[in-house]
Nanobody, 124 residues
Framework: QEQLVESGGGLVQPGGSLRLSCAASGSTLDYYTIGWFRQAPGKEREGVSW????????NYGDSVRGRFTISRDNAKNTVYLQMNSLKPEDTAVYYCTAKVGPYGSLRAQSYDYWGQGTQVTVSS
């Protein structure tokens, strides 16, 4: 069973950047599409991005497209989410998630494994 651990969250000023990491233990990520979701207090969980097994297929939610970049390093068994031009509305707990297969979705129901989340706070 996949165990996913997120890291890299923290407090950043508006306009700043953070890079989140999602590391897997227990098995290789090679066969999994990895997604990032976020949830702010009082709001529904929102799909942020996903990256397919090859790394060539990606997708982003409208609210982050052009500012966030997802990538993967299968040799390190890690997926990254580079977040630039951060806004206060990006404040949320960010979750890494995995599903078997080459393609992903921005629907949370599509995923089988979830990490515990990492807090991102964008504030001056």
């Amino acid at each position: 069973q996949e165990q996913l651990v997120e890291s890299g969250g923290g407090l950043v000023q508006p306009g700043g950047s953070l890079r989140l990491s999602c590391a897997a233990s227990g098995s290789t990520l090679d066969y999994y599409t990895i997604g990032w979701f976020r949830q702010a207090p009082g709001k529904e969980r929102e799909g942020v991005s996903w990256i397919g097994t090859s790394g060539r297929n990606t997708n982003y939610g409208d609210s982050v497209r052009g500012r966030f970049t997802i990538s993967r390093d299968n040799a390190k068994n890690t997926v990254y989410l580079q977040m630039n031009s951060l806004k206060p509305e990006d404040t949320a707990v960010y979750y890494c998630t995995a599903k078997v297969g080459p393609y992903g979705s921005l629907r949370a129901q599509s995923y089988d494994y979830w990490g515990q989340g990492t807090q991102v706070t964008v504030s001056s």
